[in-house]
Every structure is written in C-alpha cells, then in structure tokens.
C-alpha cells in the first residue's frame, strides 16, 4: 500500500526528509548540529576528517562531508537546516549550495530566483518518464 507521502519520492529532484531518512542521517545531523559550537567549529577546521570520526557516520556519509556533495548528505539523511551550518563554516552562501544542488552556477540561480523560480514546465513524475 502507498502511503500518501511516498508520492513525494515521484518527484524528481525531491528527497523527502521522512522518518526512514531521519533514523539514516541522525549521526550525520548530529555531526551537523555540534558546528553551532565555536569550539567544535575549530575542531572541524582544523582536522575536518579526525573531527567526522567522533561521530557514527557512515563512511559515505563522512566522504559527502568531505567531498561538500550536498546532495549525496541529503540523499544520506542529512536535514537540509542542519546543513546550512556546514555551509557557514565553509563561508559558503546557502544561495550559492542550492546553486550547485540544482546543477546551476550562482548567476543561472540567481537569474532563476529573480524570474519568479522553478518553471511549472519539465519532468513531473519520474514513474511518467521512467526515471529514478
């Protein structure tokens, strides 16, 4: 039986944060959570792969960390609001992550987001297009 929030998962480009991603990416978000404190920020920066190691993350979980492949830590479970605080400590702005997670440069995003946003147009299922 399909549960009507599975119908989220039809949408392509979406990752619904749902109850299985929260169990799968609660290390990963945890990680994620302790950058809010500035003595774990420094910690972080300073050994970025030591510091991932206090944390029962995956391996792929950890090499998304690394790798800043935003979207393999959300489809890892990763909470897009815990995220934004990689992004700080990085100095990247949020604007210029949900450019790359939408496989667009910051002015193309930009351009989008002043135009009004996504256009209705395009893939609206992946079962319709047999994608995903």
Not at 2 to 29: C, M, S, W
Not at 108 to 126: L, Q
Request: glycine share 8%; charged share 25%; with cysteine.
């Amino acid at each position: 039986m399909t549960k009507p929030a599975d119908a989220f998962e039809d949408i392509p480009g979406t990752v619904h944060f749902n109850g299985e991603r929260l169990r799968q990416g609660y290390q990963l978000n945890k990680f994620l959570s302790s950058l809010l404190e500035p003595d774990n920020r420094k910690a972080f920066k300073a050994d970025q792969a030591a510091y991932l190691t206090s944390f029962k993350m995956t391996d792929e979980q950890r090499q998304a960390v690394l790798d800043r492949n935003w979207v393999r830590m959300l489809d890892l479970g990763g909470n897009i609001f815990c995220m934004t605080k990689l992004a700080l400590v990085d100095g990247t702005p949020f604007q210029q992550v949900n450019a790359i997670m939408s496989g667009m440069t910051m002015k193309e995003y930009e351009e989008m987001m002043n135009a009004g946003g996504r256009p209705m147009e395009g893939i609206r299922s992946k079962k319709e297009q047999n994608i995903g």
